[in-house]
């Protein structure tokens, strides 16, 4: 259970952490988007007052002729101008002429002018003239103000001359940024409740995520778990055989040498036993730790093959089955790979089809190459393998049947250990099988284009032959 529980933890952090990263990284996302469309619509406000303020400004600067007096013509172009200057109550608007000004090239209902002379002393407004508006006059070229109210207002400055080039003052064009910043809150609004649910998805996609990315860990974990208790329990019979005959020798008052020599034997065949399985999980270990460090040379798999051949005569003969070759090359097929490696895995599955052929059957070993591949089949007419078990008999100690292996002396590392070393030689391999009438194993194996530079089938055969003794003797036991 309390791996169950690490699991969970570990998933909900998996999860949260997603979450906070995707949730950071949208969030920087849509605070990009902001300022981008408030930069967009800053810059086409600036250029609408200023298109504004231009054609304004050109319009009167023609007609003034005293500086800090505004002319008749100011009349006309804005009729609701505020002659005053001081922003009072008691200041009557004059309406001489009751048609659209000027401002209305854009919307009166927006827009505000303010005139000032040299000295910064407001002289007119006309427009839509808000009120509690800052009259200190400030010549810096765009400003943002605030009225009484709070709303908010963009404003630009320019400077006025009269007709003989004397400086006359200023004329300020402002803007009301009320549907300015309703649209802005309203996509403020958006990104937030845009936010949220993208939120909620992510929080709902992160967990289905974590769960993914931890099933293959869990499933390690699981095999590893599966793996220690198998190794365990394989390791344990042996020696609790060895432990129950030393105990049942020692309980006799008396031994004589024939007895001896059986419990003896006994212990010598559960002591192989036991050397096999460790070589096997050393053998595992060091091709899982080493698969990119293996030293490698050029292998005749023509030598391999006769080589195998021969050496397991006396075996198919005390078997009961005929072993025989079919090399179906004229020349040499020479791989790239770690000779010692070979030998164990053509040896795994030539044992393998020898222990599970009846008397009388046949093992085949075929060497073909394709193209670029070398291929090497082990047929056999044994009793074959049920089609829902082909895809789990490459798994550590998984037996087909429990029985049958143990009765063999199998520990259920044989085709492990062969799927690895075709692994590590970038190799692939498959099987086919049919229950009652046999299996065969296909190894196909990158070949390798450079002239022969044989090792020798006398030192392979001599490197060979302390495993091949011992798979021997357990096969025998």
């Known amino acids: 259970m309390n791996h169950n529980k690490l699991f969970r933890l570990t998933r909900i952090r998996l999860a949260l952490y997603y979450a906070i990263v995707m949730g950071l990284i949208l969030s920087l996302c849509a605070f990009g988007f902001y300022r981008a469309v408030f930069h967009a619509h800053v810059v086409a406000l600036d250029s609408e007052i200023e298109s504004v303020a231009g054609t304004?400004?050109?319009?009167?600067?023609?007609?003034?002729?005293?500086?800090?007096?505004?002319?008749?013509?100011?009349?006309?172009?804005?009729?609701?101008?505020?002659?005053?200057?001081?922003?009072?109550?008691?200041?009557?608007?004059?309406?001489?002429?009751?048609?659209?000004?000027?401002?209305?090239?854009?919307?009166?209902?927006?827009?505000y002018i303010r005139f000032f002379d040299t000295s910064g002393k407001l002289i007119a407004n006309a427009g839509y003239y808000p009120k509690g508006l800052?009259?200190?006059?400030?010549?810096?070229?765009?400003?943002?103000?605030?009225?009484?109210?709070?709303?908010?207002?963009?404003?630009?400055?320019?400077?006025?001359?009269?007709?003989?080039?004397?400086?006359?003052?200023?004329?300020?064009?402002?803007?009301?940024?009320?549907?300015?910043?309703?649209?802005?809150?309203?996509?403020?609004?958006?990104?937030?409740?845009?936010?949220?649910?993208?939120?909620?998805?992510?929080?709902?996609?992160?967990?289905?995520?974590?769960?993914?990315?931890?099933?293959?860990?869990?499933?390690?974990?699981?095999?590893?778990?599966?793996?220690?208790?198998?190794?365990?329990?394989?390791?344990?019979?042996?020696?609790?055989?060895?432990?129950?005959?030393?105990?049942?020798?020692?309980?006799?008052?008396?031994?004589?040498?024939?007895?001896?020599?059986?419990?003896?034997?006994?212990?010598?065949r559960q002591n192989q036993r036991l050397t096999a399985l460790i070589v096997d999980l050393l053998m595992l270990a060091r091709i899982d730790r080493q698969?990119?460090?293996?030293?490698?040379?050029?292998?005749?798999?023509?030598?391999?093959?006769?080589?195998?051949?021969?050496?397991?005569?006396?075996?198919?003969?005390?078997?009961?089955?005929k072993l025989k070759s079919l090399i179906r090359v004229?020349?040499?097929?020479?791989?790239?790979?770690?000779?010692?490696?070979?030998?164990?895995?053509?040896?795994?599955?030539?044992?393998?089809?020898?222990q599970y052929t009846l008397r009388g059957g046949e093992v085949t070993v075929l060497l073909d190459r394709s193209e670029h591949n070398a291929i090497i089949k082990v047929q056999d007419t044994g009793i074959g393998i049920p089609k829902h078990e082909l895809k789990r008999i490459f798994d550590r100690f998984y037996r087909v049947s429990s029985d049958r292996s143990r009765s063999t002396g199998g520990s259920g590392l044989g085709l492990a250990i062969v799927q690895a070393i075709v692994q590590a030689h970038q190799g692939k391999i498959n099987v086919q099988s049919e229950l009652g009438k046999g299996s065969t194993f296909t190894v196909e194996l990158p070949l390798d284009v450079?002239?022969?530079?044989?090792?020798?089938?006398?030192?392979?055969?001599?490197?060979?032959?302390?495993?091949?003794?011992?798979?021997?003797?357990n096969l025998r036991s």
């Open 450 to 473: 450079a002239p022969l530079r044989s090792v020798g089938a006398a030192r392979r055969r001599h490197r060979s032959i302390s495993l091949l003794k011992l798979m021997y003797r």
């Open 56 to 111: 304004l400004h050109d319009s009167i600067e023609l007609k003034l002729q005293s500086p800090g007096r505004l002319e008749p013509l100011a009349h006309q172009l804005f009729p609701n101008i505020d002659n005053c200057g001081t922003g009072a109550t008691n200041c009557i608007q004059q309406q001489l002429h009751p048609k659209r000004h000027l401002l209305g090239i854009v919307t009166k209902t927006s827009y």
């Open 330 to 354: 004229h020349q040499p097929l020479n791989i790239m790979g770690n000779s010692d490696q070979l030998y164990r895995l053509f040896s795994n599955l030539i044992v393998n089809a020898i």
């Open 134 to 268: 800052p009259n200190v006059f400030n010549q810096k070229t765009w400003q943002f103000l605030k009225d009484s109210k709070g709303k908010d207002y963009h404003q630009i400055t320019l400077a006025l001359h009269t007709q003989n080039y004397q400086d006359w003052g200023y004329m300020q064009v402002g803007r009301s940024l009320e549907e300015f910043n309703h649209y802005l809150d309203s996509v403020k609004l958006i990104l937030v409740l845009g936010l949220l649910v993208a939120m909620g998805m992510i929080a709902g996609a992160s967990w289905w995520l974590s769960g993914l990315a931890m099933q293959p860990i869990y499933q390690s974990y699981r095999q590893i778990q599966q793996f220690t208790a198998d190794a365990a329990h394989e390791l344990r019979t042996p020696i609790a055989a060895t432990g129950a005959t030393v105990e049942s020798a020692l309980l006799m008052p008396q031994i004589d040498e024939e007895e001896t020599r059986d419990i003896l034997q006994t212990i010598q």
């Open 291 to 321: 698969t990119q460090k293996l030293q490698r040379e050029i292998c005749c798999l023509n030598d391999i093959v006769s080589d195998l051949v021969e050496e397991f005569e006396a075996m198919t003969t005390a078997a009961g089955v």
